[in-house]
């Protein structure tokens, strides 16, 4: 049979019988009104479980996750506020409910059934996917998480602290409010969640301010892996930093007293906290998936017989709130009523093409205040010598530093973090004296994890900051990568532009290299970027260019609410020669009042039309080398630098290219998911019919002397260019 069949009827019969499971008294702490309304919340929980089920059925709703066994999430709900930022874990529909309670206004059983509908009018995801979630009740939602919102948990409890002292324009969260995350059992032993356990006490042992609560739901099991008996508790009740607390998660009066416990402790002492629930999982684990495949029959009957619903009807009995025949009636009603509110709900609109789909995409833009810079004294004495190095030519290192310096001074929300960046000031010395210049509280020397840098991030834009995170080398972004993927990037999309994670992430990457590091520190792939709608993505290849796309970069986040992805190439930074020694020629004056590079500006230098090389980063600078060597042999050249990535700035690069009889795309990036397959394929796609294409080989980089025998030369650039004008292979 239909186990969620099995549960509905279990409890009409029992509690029409009050033949309750067995348990603790009412705790002294929670008043009669309340426990009814937590009990109201867990039935219309419930109710949306068993509606949902039957509109799958129907062909007329969509896969789902239950909530079926966590309803005590609504005691949670409760003894929190409702302004206290909250990362939901997908079973969470009674913490929603519950919520809703507390927050005029709200039509919570309405807006959960379209968005099992998936309806267009979901205010939450406007159709896009069934989430939970909403602005209203301060709940960010999140799609099939296992453990990728704790990161930014940690991250928006850390800026409750720094908003204190450096509160951002379009601030968020209250003073005194704390961040909730919460997940499952299984979903603690990834690797995510355990980095963010480890940030959370690392930064309270330090007496940072972290006022954030995670509240694991340990059902037991995830999916049909079972958790060990104990592993839960024993493996977070001596964390460093990070206080534990347990209530049973099917008692509402125990979860409330607790939760209050734990919430207190967080927000008066500004320390994360743990609560450990016992919780059971009802129907299997989502969608079609039957839990009786794959344990015995016996373990899934003694969960159903701990329904949370029986206990919950038994302990307000015995609490003198509501008598078993009055529990009964409110479920009976609810679930009545959730079904007729059903038959209505089914018939609003869906999304109905790829423009509707994808209008979430992009983020809304936002009022700002307008950008003014400091006065020159204060400039000056932030600076102090550097201000009289402005006025000589510096390479890219010294006038990213410059640059972000005037960010700062400019945006007091701008926030740095990252490994190094702040008493080392970067490996290469990129973030040097930033620290010194704005705080420790704005450039933020991180643990050694990419995901907690990105989480905080993430989690800091939440309340109002415009994070500027690093990744020390580009192979690095692979251990945390799924926090712009999953996480970032998606967040706009999942809340029809409601939620956003404004950044801009600095990573030094690419290759070229001389004797130093190898694949991992020489990394010349961004397909993994490059993929992720919504993303943009900037490579400079020179200090001026640096500067103004930097300027661009934070203007997008900060009014366009824009995640962008600013790859520094490593090689380039110290450059100062072009052709010879001592010439000089890679340098460039600070750019001072000039205005911000845009997504739509490309870099031309020279105006034959011989030959265009379309190019970028460190392909630029080759390819300029192997300019002068195509002028002697009468070919005349201009070399394009198309600067952002993505999205390409394909208008521009066309007009550039129009007068050109032939087209070298030179990429510096793998054959095989590098920038040249979209350049190639747009080219043709739009006519240019004489081009080609000159790529890394699909191999990682060495090091020592064959350090860039794989990718492309100025020699090989001038051989790819020869053999394109004349038809004759060099």
Known sequence: MD??????????????????????????????????????????????????????????????????????????????????IAF?????????????????????????????????????????????????????????????????????????????????????????????????????????????????????VQSTPLPLLFVCEDNGI?????????????????????????????????????????????????KPAFLHLRMV??????????????????????????????????????????????????????????????????KRPHLSDAQDVMRAIVPPSRACAP??????????????????????????AKLINWALTDIMLAHREVVMMGEDVGRKGGVYGVTQKLQSRFGAGRVIDSLLDEQSILGLAIGMAHNGFVPMPEIQFLAYLHNAEDQLRGEAATLPFFSNGQFTNPMVLRIAGLGYQKGFGGHFHNDNSLAVLRDIPGVIIACPSNGADAVGMLREATRLAREEQRLVVFVEPIALYPMRDLHEAGDGLWMNLYPQ?????????????????????LTYGNGYYLSRQAQPFLERNGVKTRVIDIRWLAPLALQSILAAVSECANVLVVDECRRTGGQGDSLMTQLAENGVQSCALIAAQDSFIATGPAYAATMPSRDSIVSAAMSLVTGVPE
Request: proline share 5%; hydrophobic share 40%; charged share 20%.
């Open 371 to 396: 950008t003014n810079g400091p006065d020159m004294q204060t400039r000056a004495d932030v600076l102090g010598a550097d201000a009289r190095a402005q006025s000589s030519p510096q390479p890219m």
């Open 88 to 204: 939901l874990h997908y079973r969470d529909a009674a913490f929603q409910i519950a919520r809703a309670d507390q927050v005029p206004g709200q039509t919570i059983t309405w807006d959960m059934l379209l968005s099992f509908a998936c309806s267009s009018e979901d205010p939450i995801s406007g159709g896009r996917h069934k989430v939970l979630g909403s602005k209203a009740l301060m709940i960010p939602p999140q799609t099939s998480t296992i453990a990728s919102h704790l990161p930014k948990a940690v991250g928006a409890a850390f800026s409750l602290g720094l908003a204190r002292r450096n509160a951002p324009e379009h601030r968020t969260l209250p003073e005194d409010g704390i961040a909730v995350c919460s997940f499952g059992d299984a979903s603690a032993n990834h690797s995510t969640a355990q980095g963010a356990f480890n940030t959370a006490g690392w930064t309270s």
């Open 593 to 613: 009042g000039i205005e911000n590079i845009d997504l739509n500006d490309i870099g031309v230098h020279g105006s034959g039309t011989d030959l265009a090389i």
């Open 281 to 346: 999982r009802l129907y299997g684990h989502a969608g079609a998936d039957i839990a009786t495949t794959y344990l015995p029959k016996s373990e899934v009957e003694a969960d159903e017989a701990n329904d949370p619903l029986l206990h919950g009807a038994r302990l307000l009995r015995d609490a003198g709130a509501l008598t078993a025949a009055q529990s009964l009636e409110i479920y009976q009603e609810t679930c009545a009523r959730v079904q007729n509110m059903a038959q209505e709900v089914v």
């Open 3 to 84: 186990r969620a069949a099995i549960v509905h009827e279990n409890f009409l019969r029992r509690t029409g019988a009050q033949d309750f499971p067995q348990g603790a008294a009412p705790r002294a702490g929670l008043d009669a009104q309340t426990a009814v309304e937590i009990f109201r919340a867990a039935c219309l929980s419930r109710a949306l479980d068993l509606t949902s089920r039957d509109m799958q059925k129907a062909g007329q709703g969509f896969y789902t996750i239950g909530s079926s066994g966590h309803e005590g999430m609504a005691a949670v709900a409760r003894a929190l506020r409702p302004d206290d």
């Open 222 to 270: 995830g999916i049909s892996t079972k958790t060990p008996d104990g592993w839960i508790a024993a493996s977070m009740k001596h964390r460093p930093g990070v206080r534990y607390f347990e209530a049973d998660g099917l008692d509402i009066y125990d979860t409330f007293v607790v939760t209050q416990q734990a919430a207190d402790y967080v927000r008066t002492r500004r």
